[in-house]
């Protein structure tokens, strides 16, 4: 209840909390408004947004309705966006609580995989994936996941190292408690919130590699994402630039709803920095 | 009139703290050549004040009514450039941590300097020959060696002398020290209040002296203030408050500060339960890559804790006393030596271990976690050695009837308990193991004097009724006083005396014990 409080005083974040439930809306009501495959063809190629009252956002180059695709590709991108972060949230918490928990030559091999992992590009590491296990949406989420882990590993890793010889742990271990219950009750709550905060980073990247890869057309060609579109109007971006924009703007809307409910989280989570 | 006055102050807490007002109509006056003490517990509203007089008051804090006069000045709504040009000049201040006061990435001498260079406009051999002169007169041992060190290249004691050469390096009128020596060991500590003392009465400076500490008082106060909740509840001359006080605010925490004489030897069964044979533990052992040189922080300890009996352990910091505590408790491994427990090594495995021996630790905020019910962080240690949760909850809240606690406090989170409701948590958690012998690592340390003396008489009573082995580190030799029936002192990692309390405290043999037991401030005082 706090917590929500502390958060509500935040207007930023209450921005952010309305353009993120705006983005899930969209994805909710996709299938009533648009109803059928938003990747059949509707109408005449290349209608600007306006010129006909069927297609309020105007058609794409090849006769679908942009509108929606951009309720559809909410879904996708939302998808995309939260199973990626679980994955890279997952695989980051695992690894940085074992080497931070553990320390010592644990620690520095783990360590030494993430840095690996770190010191490839993140998009040049994805394409090689994407390249390697083909591109239908269920690898590129898993692949996006993969590459996104390890800073998620070293902010783990860093609160663990400073909560694990806190007095608290120190007496249960002294009350007989396997090392399990330390990491999993005593530390990992404690170690979370930090790491809750970077999370909403994680989704925000995991939403625009997917863009950047269906830009490329590397992505999954048979959904309707927000990065496929984006794509699809690359080759007419001077004329028919509404193509490209619309659902670029859907993207930029969605990054910042959550970066701002990410920056509230903090806000709230760290009561004594918020005011500053 | 006096040089600094402080009429009817009230400052305001922002809303939704435990207390409407920091500061309730406090009222002081200090004159030239006097030491005023204010003393009380935390809380009290003591800091608050020195803030106010410095106008360096918290964020959220607002004086809202009463003046601050200092030489028939108004000081309350002066702007932030007069507070600047007053602050240093006329009135300095000397704070509790002088490790976190000093700026680590310059030289003490750079520091010292700026205030000449702040405050005048003296060229820099000017503003060097001053640095000297302000840090011999604190009687640093090597002044020049010092304007060039960095601060943590000089010892706790050190550090205050240079923040107290940074206060009165202009000369100010008024001096305030907030708490100084309460970070320092006891023998530092008397010497930096010697030094106050002495240098406050070779310039006739007002010092407003901030401490927690009877004994501190005792020592240095011209005259004592005591305050409680933000109310000045009693002042006068010292000799006056300390011997004949009148508010029951003051009369309690006098009656709280343990006298140094140590209770009358009790009976107790023959047989040791925790023996220590020649135990070391080395910190930093030489490597290829290491520069740090090897500490022994423990060095061929022997020690015998008798079945049933408090063992002391006392000594300053850097005696390698808390190392010993956790090697005692298998948190720490030895590099030689045996620790027996009932005649047995503590046993590798951590359930095993955990029935034998038990710890309370210093700092009663950060030994419990802060997101898990009290009563599940005493009841999930006899659970992981398979009594059955209902049981386990069922001891929990017994053994919290049994520490002075409400049972049905087990559902709430430790944000919601005092220090020492905490450390009594602490100590129900230790109990629920059954262990044979309990290590209590400074537990009265961090807590105010009367809650200090509520959770010795705690530990007292448990003793007696459940028969506990006790292995007590302090700093303090005033508490080891109260619960102790052995002590042994170290110094630098070795033992240098051991012997029943009262053999020890009435007869020190060794210099070191000697010096300890004369640094305890107020001891003549408190001694009857």
Known sequence: MQFLRAYARNPAALIGAALVLAVLAMGLLAPLLYPGDPLSLAGRPLQWPGANPRFPLGTDPSGRDIAAQLFHGARVSLLIGFSATAIAVVIGIGIGALAGFYGGIVDTLLMRVTEAFQTLPNFLLLLVLVAVFGSDIKTVTIAIGIVAWPPVARLTRAEFLSLRTRDFVQACRLQGLSDAHLILREVLPNALPPVIVYASVVMAIAILLESALAFLQLSDPNVSSWGNLIGLGRNVLRAEWYVSAIPGIAILLTILGVSLVGQGLNDALNPRLAGR | ?528
Not at chain 2, 92 to 109: D, I
Not at chain 2, 323 to 346: K, M, N, W
């Open chain 2, 1 to 528: 009139m006096s040089l600094l006055e402080i009429r009817e102050l009230s400052v305001a807490l922002p809303a939704g703290a435990d207390r409407a007002l920091a500061l309730d109509q406090v009222s002081l006056a200090l004159d030239p050549g006097e030491i005023l003490c204010v003393v009380g517990e935390s809380g009290s509203g003591k800091s608050v004040t020195a803030s106010a007089i410095i106008g360096l008051l918290a964020p959220g804090l607002a004086v809202v009514s009463g003046q601050i006069m200092l030489a028939g000045e108004a000081l309350v709504g002066q702007s932030p450039e007069a507070w600047r040009a007053l602050r240093g000049r006329r009135i300095a201040m000397v704070f509790q941590e002088p490790m976190t006061a000093l700026n680590p990435l310059m030289t003490v001498g750079a520091q010292i300097a700026e205030m000449w260079r702040a405050h005048t406009d003296l060229n820099s051999r000017d503003i060097t020959a001053h640095s000297l002169a302000a840090l011999t007169e604190v009687a640093l041992p090597d002044p020049e060696g010092a304007l060039r060190a960095y601060p943590h290249e000089l010892s706790g004691g050190q550090r205050q002398r240079v923040m107290i050469a940074m206060a009165l390096a202009l000369e100010p009128e008024v001096l305030i020290c907030d708490e100084p020596t309460t970070a320092l060991d006891v023998t530092t500590q008397a010497q930096v209040l010697a030094l106050i003392r002495a240098l406050q009465q070779r310039r006739g400076t007002a010092v407003l002296f901030i401490t927690h500490d009877f004994g501190v008082v005792a020592e240095i106060a011209d005259r004592v203030a005591v305050m409680q909740q933000g109310v000045v509840v009693e002042q006068g001359p010292a000799a006056t408050v300390l011997s004949h006080p009148t508010h029951p605010y003051t009369k309690a925490l006098l009656a709280a500060v343990p006298a140094l004489i140590a209770p009358p030897p009790r009976e107790l069964a023959a047989g040791s339960v925790l023996t220590l044979r020649g135990v070391t533990k080395t910190y930093g052992s030489p490597g290829m890559f290491r520069r740090r040189k090897a500490v022994k922080a423990l060095d061929a300890v022997d020690l015998t804790l008798r079945q049933g009996a408090t063992l002391g352990v006392v000594g300053e910091s850097g005696s390698g006393k808390s190392t010993l505590a956790r090697c005692v408790v298998g948190l720490l491994p030895v590099d030689a030596g045996d620790i027996l427990i009932a005649g047995e090594p503590l046993p590798h495995g951590r359930c095993a271990a955990a029935g034998l021996v038990q710890m309370v630790f210093q700092d009663p905020f950060a030994s419990l976690n802060p997101r898990r019910r009290v009563g599940d962080q005493v009841a999930q240690g006899p659970m992981a050695l398979g009594t059955s949760a209902a049981q386990a909850m069922a001891e929990a809240r017994a053994l919290f009837g049994l520490v002075g606690l409400e049972p049905d406090a087990v559902a709430r989170f430790p944000h919601e308990f005092s220090g020492g409701q905490r450390q009594r948590i602490g100590i129900a958690r230790a109990l629920a193991m059954k262990p044979r012998v309990l290590v209590a690592d400074e537990p009265v340390s961090a807590l105010d004097v009367s809650v200090q003396a509520q959770v010795l008489e705690l530990l007292r009573g448990l003793q007696a009724r459940l028969g506990l082995s006790m292995l007590f580190i302090t700093h303090d030799l005033r508490v080891a006083a109260q619960i102790c029936d052995d002590i042994a002192v170290m110094q630098n990692g070795v033992v240098v005396e051991t012997g029943p309390i009262g053999e020890v405290f009435a007869a020190p043999r060794h210099a070191y014990t000697r010096s300890l037991l004369d640094a305890v401030p107020g001891r003549a005082l408190f001694a009857a």
